[in-house]
C-alpha cells in the first residue's frame, strides 16, 4: 500500500454497511506552514500537505509515541479489569515526558488522586516510576506489579530501560527479592526479564 492508501484505510478501516464507510475519530490540527497533522483514534499520524497531499505518515507503534503507546495499554488494562469497580473514573494527563493517570470517585466528587506517574527520559531511553499508589482495595490481586508489566510492554519494544525510583524500603526490598536490578541501592532498581512480575 501507498501513503495514500495507508491513509484511506485508516480513515475508512471498518466494515461497510449497507453502503455506508465507516470514518474514524481523528484529532486535526493545522501547522505553522499551513500543512495539517492528522491523528487517527488508531494512533497513526500524516501530515497532509497545503495542497492536500499526504506526505508523511508516522506509526502508531513508532517510538516517537512511546507515551500514547503506554497511555492505550493502560488504559486498556483499566477498562478491561474487573477489579477497576465503576465507582471511579479514570483518566490521563501526557505532559512534558510526563505521564499521570488519576482516579477519582464518582460519588463523593472528591479531588483526585494519582494511580500512577511515569517519566519518559527519551535521550536516555529510561522510562521511571517514581509514583505508583494502588488503592487500598486492590492492595492483594497484584495490581502494581501487573501496571508495571504492561510497562515493560512498552518500552521493551523500543529498547528503553524500566526503572523504580524514590521507594520505601519495603518495596525497594520486594522487587530486589522478585529480581530487580540494583541500580542505586535503596532507591532505584531496573525491572528486567528476569524480575517477576507474575507470581
Known sequence: MNIEEK???????????????????????????????VLFENGNQYIISP???????????DELF?????????NNFIDCNSLFTNDYDYSNSNYDGCIEIYRTSKEEKKE???????????????TSIPNIMIPFELNHYGIGKKIMFEIF???QKHNYKLYLVQMVE?????MVKRGAEIIV?????EITKKTDLNS
Do not use: C, W
Not at 12 to 37: K, W
Not at 66 to 74: A, E, K, M
Not at 185 to 189: A, I, L
Open 185 to 189: 541501592p535503596y532507591d532505584v532498581v
Open 66 to 74: 512511546i507515551d500514547r503507546q503506554i497511555i492505550r495499554v493502560l
Open 112 to 126: 483526585r488522586s494519582i494511580l500512577i506517574r511515569i517519566v519518559i527520559d527519551r535521550d536516555s531511553k529510561i
Open 7 to 37: 491513509f484511506n484505510f485508516d480513515r475508512h478501516n471498518g466494515e461497510e454497511i449497507e453502503g455506508m464507510q465507516r470514518f474514524n475519530a481523528y484529532y486535526l490540527s493545522r501547522n505553522n506552514d499551513d500543512s495539517q497533522t
Open 153 to 155: 510492554k512498552v518500552i
Open 170 to 174: 519495603s518495596f525497594y526490598n520486594r
Open 51 to 61: 495542497e492536500g497531499k499526504v506526505v508523511e505518515r508516522i506509526d502508531a507503534e
